[in-house]
């Protein structure tokens, strides 16, 4: 990591207005649930009217479901210095399994709380940390399993349906509402989300709720094959480039495009405190690969990372609010050798670690080994695992090979111990895959996962497109949304090149939400198809503002349309630079739809003429 | 369309250098056929050697298919005003089945040759034009069908196998050849793509070669779904933007990025001299769909439009060389009432002129009506049909609806009577299917229309990403090229917003590289695998410079590489920036490796003593 900046606090304290501004003619609204402080943030689009031959039709405005947090809010005032709103502390707090602790726990905690040096790189605000009371368990499939239906899951309900219901009894939106039969591929969605269903898909491991206690921050959200398909992106620095404030901008801006949960991947020296800036401003579950810095803090020598150190590592992190862990508990001394003639070996960093160490001990995996210990660390956290695939494939070659799949039936065994804890567990997959083995891997996690939510990493359709990863692994992540998968990891186009800069995170985010939705869409997800319809209505009225307000970058469509047409009167013409005025088939079917609309009014007449004695028209 | 510049012609003979510059490390070669004049081109890249610990390993040099044409080739001479060198010429007159014209024989073609007005406009070295003898069909259906293997069909063979079948002989090949089992999803396609195998998919019509007598300059390929994917990119001038010389240099570009067939969608009143430029330096098939042009000429009244004026411009394109033409015959009358319930009504440009015209004459589409006579023509130039979708969803919301499907049932209808002239035909497509859906699409099409080749538009999977349309359509376009679809019709990032620019134009192309890629992958062709191959083993062993070449597009590669690491010493580096210098899962995994076969080496000496009867070390 690059030194701390001179000016960080200052800085970090004013975020770049194009991060927070809101989306035009959007606003923010809150829907309420039974209690007044279930708040559920969506967004608000409004639309223009239409002015057709017939008179003026109103479009009513169009909700879509929001990830960005209060920074799209412009009643809340943001400081960033002190963190955002601990909006579920009362939640947490009233379920009284917890205990407010004196302070980190952990050795590297305490350590790095102690060290006057950090003062000025520290998040001014840490609270202490939270913990279950000895013999709780906090977790949300806990609640699940003895029934509880917590806020959190009331939130979630409210926030997954997107006002539907509401809608349905609406008539401005029966026409809008039409919806094709999905293909769900085994997916049961029901046509309301209620809380009780929420709760059931997370008693039966079906759907997690990432939620760390020590985040109350987060808007909760949730990760389910039976859910709206949601979308991980990662940031983190490296030794080469970036700096904190960078990534505390970039978590904000990955809310804003649509990021569902976010990795912190960082690799340097001040992680510690890097994280704590990330989780105290973050609206979305924060997720973490621990061995990463387990490794940092054996200086890079996988070989002297230990049992002791990790889990002081994993407790450092649960107590500063990480909401998911990645575990690399699937790679076991055994299925090494099966990796040792692929073209790309283990590519996985985490995989990579735990199989040198594995190697230069010859012992088996001490995730695996002291999996039960992890499990206790979790529930008294509510922290997810999220089961890495440590051997996942790096090449179309490599894909749907020995190794890759003996992991994932041990990332099942591990499922169920998991469960036993009530812990909530995530499975990780692929990877590259060639489009016509992609079913494949969510047919085996399914079974051998039982259903627990698959979470992957594109994959990749080809390896021929570096510059262009971002396209290769949205097209395998738009099927393997379809078949099942509950959340798609991002891939920027910079991937296997260099660091994502701002423009290249916002064309990672945006191509897996078309990836996420193109799936909501083909498993038929109820409303999925409100947006396409509405924004489609508008591009065919010439609506242009309408269009690119509905669009999931209004201001890329905005700025593609202007480069040709400029001028705003432009924005109300009826006609688009690729066919020029006097030349558009959408013009022309309006004719054709008015002209079809006089005949019938003609046979209409006739009728009422025959009807009435008389036989002016003959019938054709 | 905009006046004509002042320095035209003087501009048009210089092309940019990032044109025509060859890609790094790539060379162009010929494989030669049965005859020295069946000279087929192919890009060769060439890659570093690896340094192990065991010594150099060389890495043979990749080829891959080229659709660049002469303009990659450093030893030809370029000259856009004298065109590129009629290569099938001597093909065409061995066959003794054409006439030379004195001239054009269409009225309109007739005019604008002698209009002194236009003589500055005027491509130079205007050839007269062919056409069959009375009485004889020179489509490559008809000499299919006779048993006859034009050397057209040689070369496409020698194309599609990209000395497949020499590099199996080669053992620096052998690794790099192994591939995945693929899904054909009812595809047969053979391990060799020989001569006679072209000859009898043409002859029953599964695939096409658009290769009109009048355009000697193209490079044969083929449209069928048991031969590669291939993809199609659209130019076009409109009334607002765009001139000639900007045509001629979008097409090169098409051309290098891969475009495999082009259309030229100008709407202007100079688009026949338009068309002679693109045709006469066109080393692919170009398609036109030339109602465009017919409505032009009645100063875009679609009601004025008549049989006679269309017919005439058939003949004005086909004696120019156009290739394929779009036509919509399908669009019948008493389909047109079933797209008035529709979200976005009929988007299709030709379908809504045909569309306005039936309801105007209260007649059947004068394209059905007279669909013999077109054949005529078609037989008489080798014009190939891409029989158009005019009633194409416009939106997710009409997908796969009846207007649609009942356009498809008479394309299928239509297709049957091409046939009996042996004209070749290939199919148009969606158009905005969700994801579920596409596969319908394919199967219907070879049902209804016999497995004429499928030529589709996307489709786009979601409405809701203008700006990004280029990947909502590639994640249909890879799924449906999967299916079965033989070409692929582009889409820009500025579909429904403008006019694409070069960089558009490249975005669009290599997003479609991508989804046909993918789409070969899956299907199992063979030999497809090679370059995934070989880029990920040059990735996994850090040769970077490698990477880049091997990839669709080398110099974005390179570009994002170096924005954060630019120096030349970091591209033999065994590290990226991603993860930093201490810490990269890929040396990781190296080292993983070579600890492997340490431990292997330390058995198979255990076995070698055992051998000698010592027992210095015990099995495991």
Redo the contacts between chains.
Sequence with gaps: MSAIPEDFVRKTAQLSADITQPFPKSRKIYVSGSRSDVRVPMREISQAETHTSDGVEINPPITVYDTSGPYSDPEVEIDLLAGLPALRSPWIEERSDTEQLAGPTSAFGQKRAADPELAKLRFEHIRAPRRAKAGSNVSQMHYARRGIITPEMEFIAIRENCRLQELRNDPRYAALL?Q?R??SMGAQIPDEITPEFVRDEVARGRAIIPANINHPELEPMIIGRNFRVKINTNIGN????SSIEEEVEKLVWSCRWGGDTLMDLS?GKNIHETREWILRNSPVPIGTVPIYQA?EKVD?K?EDLTWELFKDTLIEQAEQGVDYFTIHAGVLLRY??L??ER???????G???M??WC??HHEENFLYTHFEEICEIMKAYDVSFSLGDGLRP????D?NDAAQFAELETLGELTKIAWEHDVQVMIEGPG?I????VKENVDKELVDCFEAPFYTLGPL????????D???S??GA??IG?YGTAMLCYVT??E????P?KADVREGI??Y???A???D???GFPGA?L???A???A??EFRWED??N????PE??R???D???PKDSHKVAHF????????C??K??????D???A?QGMQEKAIEFRKGGAKIYREV
């Design positions: 039409r094709h999905g293909e490296s030794a080469v480039t690799t490794l890079g996988a090494v050798p990796t040792a073209v790309t070996g283990i590519v996985s960093r995989g990579s670690i199989a040198k190697l230069a790096g090449s179309i070659a894909a590259h060639p489009l016509h083995w359709v080809t390896d021929i497109a570096p510059g262009y971002h396209i290769t949205g097209i738009a099927n379809w186009p910079k296997h090149l260099g660091l800069n945006i191509t939400k078309i990836s939705h193109a799936a869409l083909a498993k198809q947006r396409d319809n924004l489609s209505k591009r065919f269009q690119f509905l669009g999931l970058d890329r469509a700025e593609f349309h480069e040709t047409l688009c630079s690729m066919c020029g005025p006097h030349f088939s959408m022309i079917t309006q004719d054709v739809r002209y079809a609309k005949q």
